[in-house]
């Protein structure tokens, strides 16, 4: 009975990652949220093709895919709070109205 | 309970716990740092359950690169920006928590068995190309001395 405690732990990283999307106005905070969420998604996915004996191509060009995601995020969240922080605009996302400054 | 069982579940532990550290924290930095714990926790689990090359690179992509890049480019905000409301994170994500365990726990249960290529892959990677690998660590060590040297003397430089 291994693949629950895996699939467990990928829902728990799910529900703090949501909760944190839920609960946090920060953007920084906001984003590293959604990168909780993504390795829930790569704990439920390694777990899945762990699983299953056979080898595919499929599910390592999700992990990949993955991997590619998590990457471009960290770079856009960096790009941004340089972009947020020397322009003097508030983190608090509530306060973020407008699609042009 | 088999000693392997505990072993995930003091990882799954460790990983949740991480998680919810990223929220709790008042400077980004430290918030940063538990996302690094995050990384290296779930590297671990991939390692644990048999996916050593997977776990490898989880370890050298988030933890080496991006936790490191982001660290780099948060460390300069020294001010407190905790913006969580405390009650609202506690209630939705042991709600949610809650209903997963669920799920989960009615879901069936499989035994684990690494592929082929996976093991192959790894034992490659430790025997071949250990010397790449050595290299990679050096430069990532020096890398991140070079950000603590830059850290310390940017009051001087800028």
């Given at each position: 009975m291994i693949f629950p405690y895996f699939i467990e732990l990928a829902f728990i990283l799910f529900a703090i990652g949501l909760a944190g999307i839920a609960a946090d106005r920060h953007f920084v905070a906001i984003i590293i949220a959604v990168e909780i969420i993504l390795v829930a998604s790569l704990v439920a996915l390694v777990s899945f093709f762990t699983s299953t004996a056979a080898v595919s191509s499929g599910p390592v060009l999700m992990l990949i895919s993955i991997w590619a995601v998590a990457a471009t995020e960290i770079i856009v969240l960096i790009t941004f709070y340089v972009y947020m922080k020397y322009n003097g605009i508030n983190f608090d996302i509530t306060g973020l109205s407008k699609m042009k400054w | 309970m088999t000693e392997i069982e505990l072993l995930y579940i003091l990882i799954s532990i460790f990983a949740a716990l991480s998680a919810i550290l990223v929220f709790t924290q008042k400077k980004l930095l430290h918030a940063a740092i538990a996302l690094t714990l995050a990384f290296t926790a779930s590297a671990l689990l991939f390692a644990a359950i048999g996916q050593t090359f997977i776990g490898l690179l989880q370890l050298l992509i988030f933890v080496g690169g991006l936790s490191a890049y982001l660290i780099a480019a948060v460390a300069?905000?020294?001010?407190?920006v905790s913006m969580l409301r405390k009650g609202t994170f506690a209630v939705v994500a042991v709600i949610l928590a809650l209903a997963f365990t669920a799920i989960a726990l009615s879901l069936p249960g499989y035994t684990y068995s690494a592929s082929t290529f996976q093991q192959s892959a790894a034992s490659v990677l430790s025997t071949d190309y250990i010397m790449l690998f050595v290299l990679a660590l050096l430069l990532f060590s020096t890398a991140m001395g070079g950000v603590l040297i830059i850290k310390k003397f940017r009051k001087l430089v800028i």
């Amino acid at each position: 009975m291994i693949f629950p405690y895996f699939i467990e732990l990928a829902f728990i990283l799910f529900a703090i990652g949501l909760a944190g999307i839920a609960a946090d106005r920060h953007f920084v905070a906001i984003i590293i949220a959604v990168e909780i969420i993504l390795v829930a998604s790569l704990v439920a996915l390694v777990s899945f093709f762990t699983s299953t004996a056979a080898v595919s191509s499929g599910p390592v060009l999700m992990l990949i895919s993955i991997w590619a995601v998590a990457a471009t995020e960290i770079i856009v969240l960096i790009t941004f709070y340089v972009y947020m922080k020397y322009n003097g605009i508030n983190f608090d996302i509530t306060g973020l109205s407008k699609m042009k400054w | 309970m088999t000693e392997i069982e505990l072993l995930y579940i003091l990882i799954s532990i460790f990983a949740a716990l991480s998680a919810i550290l990223v929220f709790t924290q008042k400077k980004l930095l430290h918030a940063a740092i538990a996302l690094t714990l995050a990384f290296t926790a779930s590297a671990l689990l991939f390692a644990a359950i048999g996916q050593t090359f997977i776990g490898l690179l989880q370890l050298l992509i988030f933890v080496g690169g991006l936790s490191a890049y982001l660290i780099a480019a948060v460390a300069t905000e020294i001010k407190g920006v905790s913006m969580l409301r405390k009650g609202t994170f506690a209630v939705v994500a042991v709600i949610l928590a809650l209903a997963f365990t669920a799920i989960a726990l009615s879901l069936p249960g499989y035994t684990y068995s690494a592929s082929t290529f996976q093991q192959s892959a790894a034992s490659v990677l430790s025997t071949d190309y250990i010397m790449l690998f050595v290299l990679a660590l050096l430069l990532f060590s020096t890398a991140m001395g070079g950000v603590l040297i830059i850290k310390k003397f940017r009051k001087l430089v800028i």
